[in-house]
Nanobody, 123 residues
Framework: VQLQASGGGLVQAGDSLRLSCAAS????????MGWFRQAPGKEREFVAA????????IYADSVRGRFTISRDNAKNTAYLQLNALKPEDTAVYSC?????????????????WGQGTLVTVSS
């Protein structure tokens, strides 16, 4: 399975972005999907995850209420809506396919990873 993340860019604090993650195979519709991010000089961290049917979502405390994860299984695509962006949200955002039907917070629970898309938020 190949994942293609897109939608990153340079924005100002308070702006919004929508990230997309397109999977090459329809089989990912049975798996949870997640978004992680890695800022320069920092460890990769969990951002959000969504179950196979979109029925359950979880978020990191730092983004809850500002970011929204969703998916469209007909398009083999997951999305991450980023609102009220802050400079500390600057990072490379990567999507991943979970080993299970629901997404989790541990990166070890994901099997396939995309290459990431860079989000830069200026103050």
């Amino acid at each position: 399975v190949q994942l293609q993340a897109s939608g990153g860019g340079l924005v100002q604090a308070g702006d919004s972005l929508r990230l997309s993650c397109a999977a090459s195979r329809r089989t990912v519709s049975n798996n949870g999907m997640g978004w992680f991010r890695q800022a320069p000089g920092k460890e990769r961290e969990f951002v959000a995850a969504i179950a196979w049917n979109g029925g359950n979502t979880i978020y990191a405390d730092s983004v809850r209420g500002r970011f929204t994860i969703s998916r469209d299984n007909a398009k083999n695509t997951a999305y991450l809506q980023l609102n009220a962006l802050k400079p500390e949200d600057t990072a490379v955002y990567s999507c991943a396919v979970s080993l299970s039907a629901v997404g989790g917070v541990r990166s070890g629970g994901y099997r396939y990873w995309g290459q990431g898309t860079l989000v830069t938020v200026s103050s």
